[in-house]
Every structure is written in C-alpha cells, then in structure tokens.
C-alpha cells in the first residue's frame, strides 16, 4: 500500500494495480500544497510536484531503508504486539545512530548566538527527537504526518472520525501506521496494565482537597514509581535490558494515569465518587467515561484531545524536562513527573486553564453578545494593562496552530451556536490585527490552547485550574515514547555548556 501525503490530503494507492492516481495528486497539489511528499514502504522521500512523472517507473523496486530520509510504513505484519515490532525495528536504528555518529559526527548544524544563549536556547538545535518534528509554518507532523494525515490514515472508532490515541502511539513508537486489529490489540493492553495501587491513591489523599490539580497529578505518577521495572533492572545490573525495562514502565503508566487523573477530578469535583475503568472501551472514550463524561461526542472530543496534545517534538519545556532528567537514567516516572512539573508552568501548560478564565472575563465584563469594536478595545485593555492574551503566540511556530485548526473544525461541526465558540471565533479575527499592530510578537497567531478550553466547557468538563492535567495525560503518549527510543538508542547524559555574562563580556572584547 503507497500513501500520497499531501498538506491536508492523503490518497491511498493500491500497489498491485501499479497504477498512481496522478490526476488526484496533481489536483490536491495545485489547490495550493508545494510541498508534496510521497512514500512507498522504506522508499526515499520524494518532494515535489515535478517528481510525480517519475513515479511509475519506481513502483515495485525495493529500496534499502538505508536510503529513506523520513520513512512511514503502513502496518502489513500480522504481529499484534507493539513491544515484538520494536524489537525488530529497533537494530536498524541503532546501525543507523552509528552510521550518522561516525560518518557525520563534526558536520556543524549552525551557529550559537548571544541572543540565543539569553533567550532561552530558541533556535538552537541540539536534541535527538524521533517521534515528531515541529515545522514554524507547517506544525506539528508525528513521524512525517501532519494532524489532518493522522486524522485520515489512523484507524478509528465505528461511530466517529477522530484518531484513536493508542493508534498514534503506535505510530509514535514505530514510525508505522498500524491497522485497526493491532489498535485493538494495543487498546487491551492498555486496559490490563491500568491496575494502580491503592498507596497511590493514599498518597493522593495526603494532600489537601484544595490543591491543585497538577501537583496531586504529579504526586500521584510518584507514587507509581514504587513499582518501576527499570529501577529493578538496573539494580541487578542488567544493562542491555534497559530499553526493555522503559518500555514496561512506559506502557504501565501511560495505561495508569487516566486512572490517577480521573481520581484527582472525582476527588475534588465530584464528592470522591470513583467510576472504574470500562474494558470495552478504548483510551479516550475510558478517560473520558472515568471522567463522569459518556456522551460519545465528549468521547470523541477526548481522543482527538488526547492526539493532538500528545507530542510537540522536543524542546518545549516538559518534553525537553523528561529528557533531561530520563538522560540521567532516572526511570520514566522520575522523568515524566518532572515534566508535569513543567507542564504546570503558567508558560507552559498551565496556559489552557487561563485561556477559558479570560474569556469568561470578557463574557462576565461585556456580556456574550459582545461585538468586535467593543472585543478589540477589550484586548487593548489587557494588553495595556501589562498582561498578555492568553492562547496566542507561540515559541516556534509562525503561523495558526494546526491543532488549533482541527479543534475549531470540531466545534464547527458539532457545537456552531456555542456562544463561547462563537467569540472564539470573534477573537481569532481581531486578536492577530492587534498583535501585529503592536509590533512586539513574532506570532500574532492562535496556539492549541485558545481553543480546547472552550469545548471542554460546552461538554460539561467547566473546573478551568483541572485543564492542564488533561494536557499531561496527552503527553505521557509522546514523553514516554521518546524514553523508550532514548534507553534503546543510548542517548547520553545530557550536559550542555553554560556560562557567565562576564565569560560574555570577555569573550566579545577578545573576539574584536
């Protein structure tokens, strides 16, 4: 089977026929992609419109994988057990890591600059990150696919059209779009590694009712740690085992907290009344149903939530925190705890929460049929007040959000009356103006968090400060992949170089 990967469109070609549906592609090219990319099992990458007339005549040869630039694969195996394909892929990775080390280990990838020493390292590349790569006009695309490709190649529930999240996993882990028998296979697993002990829960209930969500969550993953398979495997010394160890660690929590986020929620929300995991459903629809949400459009909201907030490559600041600290061969609950920790930074992940708070400010301030001359002097008031417009911006990116885009879909389809949708939609046509009239932002652009708050309060799910722990049950999926692909690549410890502002100083005087 041969995908046809184009912005925003996927065209399946049957291999037997030898046949490639030019017209198809060359119509969804012109409709604006110039950038069209083709792959064909561990076939080259091929860019471009003018390498369409070359393709019949490439059909059916086999091309080493070698000499695949960003591979995808659709699943044609019959193994239904995630851990057996990683231990097939994952030697020619390992071949492939030697390859670049020794053939291109002091090729320079650019430059270091004040600026980005005093900015916070943006711009600079200096992470090993396989499971997505985040382009500033394009976005996020998980293994070489964008958001709307995952939407249309990944298998999906009967009764809707988003993703289901153990699918991406899949993906994440393999690089290879699974069929529907390996997500259900996946979905099972998932379910019978989601057991949590019951001092975890203890550990939960030490804390205060009135704490906030993410620092139960984080205590929570802590707790799971006393279990850790990594821990014991490298107590009895048994190094080659490492990457075998994360990935049952890896597997067990991100199966856990679903289970351990829904109890914080019941626990603060609803009265301590606990809803048991459903072995019938999926991840998202599990999450949500042990949430108190079963309407099966709040299910669907949750697996394409769960999805798109899974991974945004990896120098955001709790992808980059469970690296580093993974780095250090810390097991993954060490690791991905400290990267709740970062996620629940107001710059961070903590963002979403503000988002609905401001617009329920403007709602309470001007009422909900608020007009666009009286929502711009609004954000000029935010603005001049010191304060920024929660939702937009963002560090790398330079263009609207896609994840933004495929949730704003959603609500067109399923919630268009919504009066908060509707001034979402208001904001998203006078923020940008204002932003780029201020001239202080790089991105006047909406970012995944101007929008999901608004449709988690459509369905029921209102309590603001318990968003980012939505946020980081998404992003166990792309943390703890990476994990994996660390331990079995083995990354070194990470040790960048710091210096001083008189290392600085000195530094330009010598260099004049």
């Known amino acids: 089977m041969l995908y046809v990967c184009t912005r925003g469109k996927v065209i399946t070609v049957d291999l037997e026929a030898r046949e490639i549906p030019l017209d198809d592609l060359a119509a969804s090219s012109s409709r604006g992609s110039s950038d069209c990319s083709l792959q064909l099992g561990n076939m080259k990458l091929f860019r471009g419109v003018s390498t369409i007339s070359r393709l019949r005549s490439r059909v059916g040869k086999q091309y080493p994988l070698s000499h695949s630039v960003r591979w995808l694969q659709t699943q044609t195996s019959s193994e239904l057990v ?9 030697p020619e ?20 600059t004040v600026d980005m020493v005093l900015g916070g390292m943006r711009g600079m590349t200096g992470l090993l990150w396989e499971t997505s790569l985040l382009d500033a006009d394009e976005g996020i695309r998980f293994r070489g696919l964008s958001i709307p490709e995952c939407q249309k190649v990944l298998p999906a529930a009967q009764s809707g059209e988003e993703p289901f999240p153990e699918g991406l996993l899949w993906l994440l882990l393999t690089g290879k779009v699974p069929n529907k028998e390996q997500v259900d296979a996946l979905s099972k697993e998932l379910a019978d590694r989601a057991a949590v002990p019951d001092y975890v829960y203890k550990a939960v209930d030490a804390l205060p009712v009135t704490a906030h969500p993410m620092t139960q969550f984080a205590s929570g993953v802590m707790a799971l740690q006393v279990e850790s398979e990594f821990q014991k495997t490298y107590e009895a010394g048994v190094i080659h085992k490492f990457w075998e160890s994360t990935f049952e660690d890896a597997l067990n929590m991100i199966a856990r907290v679903p289970v351990v986020a829904s109890y914080v929620y019941r626990r603060m929300y609803k009265d301590g009344s606990i809803i048991p995991l459903d072995n019938s459903l999926d991840y998202g629809a599990n999450f949500s149903h042990m949430l108190g949400f079963d309407s099966p459009q709040m299910k669907e909201l949750m697996r394409l939530y769960v999805t798109i907030h899974s991974d945004h490559e990896g120098g955001n600041v709790s992808a980059h925190a469970g690296h580093l600290v993974g780095s250090a061969l810390s097991d993954p ?3 991905f705890a400290a990267a709740l920790n970062g996620l629940a930074g107001p710059l961070h992940g903590l963002a979403n929460q503000e988002v609905l708070l401001w617009i329920k400010s403007v709602v309470e301030e001007c009422g909900e049929n608020i ?8 954000v000029w008031k935010t603005l001049n007040s010191g304060k920024v417009v929660p939702g937009y911006g963002h560090g790398v990116l330079r263009k609207t959000d896609p994840r933004y885009v495929c949730q704003r879909e959603f609500a067109l389809k399923h919630l268009p009356d919504d009066p908060l949708f509707q001034l979402v939609s208001k904001l998203y046509e006078v923020v940008p103006p204002i932003l780029t009239e201020l001239g202080k932002v790089k991105n006047p652009w909406p970012n995944v968090d101007a929008h999901s708050g608004v449709l ?10 318990y968003y980012t ?5 998404s992003r166990s999926l792309g943390i703890c992949s990476q994990l994996i692909w660390d331990r079995a690549l083995g990354l070194p410890l990470e040790r960048p170089k710091s210096v001083t502002m008189d290392w600085l100083d000195n530094f330009m005087r010598s260099s004049r």
């Open 469 to 473: 722990v939505l946020f980081g049950v």
């Open 333 to 335: 609950y060490l690791a």
């Open 82 to 90: 995630l851990k057996s394909q990683l231990q097939e892929i994952i």
């Open 456 to 465: 988690l309060n459509y369905y029921g799910l209102t309590e603001a400060r």
């Open 371 to 378: 007009s666009k001359e009286q929502l711009k002097d609004y």
């Open 93 to 112: 990775q390992q071949e492939r890591l030697k390859k670049l080390k020794s053939e291109h280990g002091n090729v320079q990838l650019g430059k270091i």
